[in-house]
């Protein structure tokens, strides 16, 4: 009965190689985001989706490329890995507008 | 300026004190102000939230004051306990847009 859930919770990977973070909420919710969180605990806003549509993407490299195949499951897939990517991503949704986040409990990506 | 400024960075307080954490803001649009709290290896989750025609809000021993002529508002732990620990943000949003705007983050840890 988890609200929202990542998959993997640990992801070790080398430079240059490709990985994915899966994202699904059973909330309803009609929005969903991935943000990244810095050794110094900075949350950072990447995506946002809105029923499946784009609708922020935040300065983000194009290595990185979100996929929506439906409300319930916002996708990130990372290619060309670079150390800089090390970090913790969370997955969020929210009812129509942005007041209320639920996050999900995270996947620390560790690029060595 | 879609920036919300918060400050301490971390806090130190005894078990039983007041933990106090307080925020900026500069876009008077902002009309939601939730703070939310995150511990380590966990994802954030709401704590509570004000808006801006309210100057204070308590739910148990968490109170949101809130300065709208000043674009500050605050959070008052009562007796901090030291399962408080956590990480807490406060950010902002507007109803127009579909993200929040986090503060930094304040690292807080209570003495036992």
């Known amino acids: 009965d988890t609200a929202v859930s990542q998959t993997p919770k640990y992801l070790v990977t080398q430079m240059g190689n490709d990985k994915s973070i899966k994202c699904e909420q059973n909330?309803?919710?009609?929005?969903m985001y991935w943000y990244k969180q810095d050794s110094k605990k900075f949350l950072k806003i990447m995506f946002s989706?809105?029923?499946?549509?784009?609708?922020i993407n935040e300065t983000v490299p194009n290595r990185f490329s979100p996929k929506s195949p439906d409300k319930a499951h916002l996708n990130l897939h990372i290619n060309s890995l670079e150390l800089g990517d090390s970090a913790v991503y969370f997955c969020?949704?929210?009812?129509?507008?942005?007041?209320?986040?639920?996050f999900g409990p995270g996947t620390r990506l560790t690029v060595t | 300026q879609q920036q919300v400024k918060q400050s301490p960075q971390s806090l130190i307080v005894q078990k039983g004190g007041i933990s106090i954490i307080n925020c900026a803001y500069e876009n008077t649009a902002f009309d939601y102000f939730p703070w939310y709290q995150q511990f380590p290896g966990k994802g954030p989750a709401l704590l509570i939230a004000?808006?801006?025609?309210?100057s204070e809000k308590k739910e148990g021993r968490f109170t949101i004051s809130f300065n709208k002529s000043a674009k500050q508002f605050s959070l008052h732990i009562m007796d901090s306990q030291p399962g408080d620990s956590a990480t807490y943000f406060c950010a902002a949003s507007m109803r127009r847009d579909d993200k929040i705007i986090f503060g930094k983050g304040t690292r807080l840890h209570i003495l036992p």
């Open positions: 909330l309803g919710h009609d929005t």
């Open positions: 989706y809105n029923n499946k549509e784009l609708i």
């Open positions: 969020a949704s929210s009812q129509q507008v942005a007041y209320e986040q639920y």
């Open positions: 004000i808006r801006p025609d309210v």
